[in-house]
Nanobody, 124 residues
Framework: QVQLVESGGGLVQAGGSLRLSCAASVRTFSSYAMAWFRQAPGKEREFVAAISSYGGSTYYADSVKGRFTISRDNAKNTVYVQMNSLKPEDTAVYYC?????????????????WGQGTQVTVSS
């Protein structure tokens, strides 16, 4: 069983930055591909970014490409997303997700484990 705990959310002005963290309680973290998704009120949960198990490959939604950077530290069992140039439309609950495979996916159904989410609010 994998437990994921997100942190780092908050309120920020448009143009600002935040870094989200997701700590995983699993012994073989380096064997899990990881991803971030987000869900705004009244909308479906959508893919944001993903990273392969060893961190060599990353993948981004078009809406965040060039502004967000996903990374991981396998020694700390943690995945991050650095969010720059934030926009009001980035406002959502951000979720961390994991799947026991080397390679990532942008599909929500592919992931087996989810965190509880952290709120990000971007004011205009």
């Amino acid at each position: 069983q994998v437990q994921l705990v997100e942190s780092g959310g908050g309120l920020v002005q448009a143009g600002g930055s935040l870094r989200l963290s997701c700590a995983a309680s699993v012994r073989t973290f380096s064997s899990y591909a990881m991803a971030w998704f987000r869900q705004a009120p009244g909308k479906e949960r959508e893919f944001v970014a993903a990273i392969s198990s060893y961190g060599g490959s990353t993948y981004y939604a078009d809406s965040v490409k060039g502004r967000f950077t996903i990374s991981r530290d396998n020694a700390k069992n943690t995945v991050y997303v650095q969010m720059n140039s934030l926009k009001p439309e980035d406002t959502a609950v951000y979720y961390c997700a994991a799947v026991h495979t080397a390679y990532y996916s942008g599909s929500r159904g592919r992931y087996d484990y989810w965190g509880q989410g952290t709120q990000v609010t971007v004011s205009s």
